[in-house]
């Protein structure tokens, strides 16, 4: 006779890695019943990086820099295409001011990198014992750019910016985000509708796993359930941070043992990749019947995302998003400012490729919001000793102001939306 869930959760606490897996053995039929809801979804086309390869090159035009040099992570297969990890040996894209992208990699990772390449790129490779920022100092040579400023990616390590300034003297080596940021931070209709599939992803996961939460439940069990739920529905999940009880009033979580109990909060923030976009999207219960102070900082911060909501207008700085929101809070007695109880982080965080990326939604955040520019709003509240809780949604910035990926709830009644 196979054994109920409540049983295997029992099993769980005594055996964790059995139980963990004899819980998703459970859900297996269950499971069944979904199926991939990314299937059809058009991914990004070479057309569209050539796109990209042409804005950035405006942009460097425009802000006087001759080449920028990219590390392997986001940026790099934004731009090429190519998927790769960083290592002591160096692989890295050059897109100068005019002309087709280099890529440098070493000789014996050249047929793997191509692979991925998915735009025209003049390939220079070196050997074991030879310098490649020495490729790099002789592309830039060879195309006339070696008096031009050079622009390095943010993220792209010492080493890099290091060699690079040995192996070409002449250059001034300055910060690429004027090129990178100016590309990323506006996302086109394909990116958009990539991200939107992410978060449908997570929203079907959510509406899976909540209805399956049972009193003794651990924050990997949960979490376990909404990973295999986000892979049925065709996301790659990324995260699935469970926080039960106290432990929801410390955002990222604490280290004390967890267990769903009657009356308790329940928050999770999940997020996954389709196509390498990402969704970020976070819901909070209550197991049980709620009391009224859960309550009222429920409807709190579901007011507060509303109010972050509206302030998010084109041509408005990033930084007044999280004023106003702080501003409503302040006036319903947390904070004032950072200060717990309250709001103690930033109301939201850009999105796209990375689940964090340039700029967020925080005080003193000067870039105006623009069509095209994507951030979670996720105004949650803490009262340590107690509880948390945070309800976040994405949104991105059309031409009549923003508009959710996930629509946040309304109602502490049907918490997931």
């Known amino acids: 006779m196979p054994l109920s869930r409540r049983q295997l959760i029992a099993a769980s606490a005594a055996l964790p890695l059995l139980g963990m897996s004899a819980l998703l053995r459970a859900a297996e039929p269950d499971l069944a019943n979904l199926s991939d809801i990314t299937s059809g979804i058009a991914g990004i086309t070479p057309a569209e990086r050539q796109a990209r390869i042409a804005r950035a090159q405006s942009l460097m035009r425009a802000n006087g820099i001759g080449a920028v040099l990219i590390e392997p992570g986001a940026s790099l297969t934004y731009f090429t295409g190519v998927r790769w990890g960083r290592s002591e040996r160096l692989t890295a894209a050059i897109i100068p001011m005019e002309g087709d992208p280099c890529i440098v990699t070493p000789f014996f990772e050249e047929p793997s990198v191509r692979q991925s390449l998915a735009i025209p790129a003049d390939v220079r490779v070196w050997q074991e014992d030879q310098n490649p920022l020495e490729r790099v100092a002789g592309f830039l040579r060879d195309r006339k750019l070696a008096a031009q400023p050079v622009g390095i990616d943010e993220t792209a390590r010492f080493f890099a910016f290091d060699g690079l300034a040995r192996a070409l003297p002449s250059a ?125 900082v429920w409807n709190d911060v579901a007011r507060g995302q509303q109010v972050a909501n509206a302030a998010a207008t084109i041509g408005t700085p990033a930084g007044a998003v999280d004023d106003a929101v702080r501003r409503f809070y302040e006036g319903a007695g947390y904070g004032p400012g950072y200060k717990l109880p309250g709001l103690s982080h930033r109301t939201g965080h850009g999105i796209g490729m990375d689940g964090h990326e340039p700029v967020n939604l925080v005080h003193g955040e000067a870039t105006p919001l623009a069509a095209g520019m994507c951030f979670s709003n996720e105004p949650g509240l803490y009262l340590p000793g107690k509880f948390g809780v945070r309800m976040e949604d994405c949104f991105h910035m059309t031409d009549t102001g923003p508009k959710w990926f996930s629509v946040p709830p309304v109602s502490l009644d049907a918490p997931i939306g």
Request: net charge positive; hydrophobic share 40%; glycine share 8%.
């Open 172 to 296: 001034r080596l300055v910060s690429a985000n004027p090129v990178i940021r100016g590309c990323r931070m506006i996302k086109t209709a394909p990116e958009i509708a990539l991200m939107q599939a992410a978060a449908d992803v997570t929203m079907a996961a959510y509406r899976w796993t909540h209805p399956r939460i049972e009193k003794g439940m651990t924050p990997p069990d949960i979490g376990a359930l909404m990973t295999a739920a986000t892979r049925k529905l065709g996301g790659a999940p990324e995260f699935a941070l469970v926080l039960i009880g106290e432990a929801a009033a410390y955002p990222h979580g604490s280290s004390a043992p967890q267990r769903v109990r009657d009356g308790q909060i329940v928050l999770m923030d999940c997020g996954c990749t389709v196509q390498g976009y990402q969704s970020d999207i976070s819901r909070t219960v209550v197991f049980g019947a709620a009391s009224a102070e859960q309550r009222k």
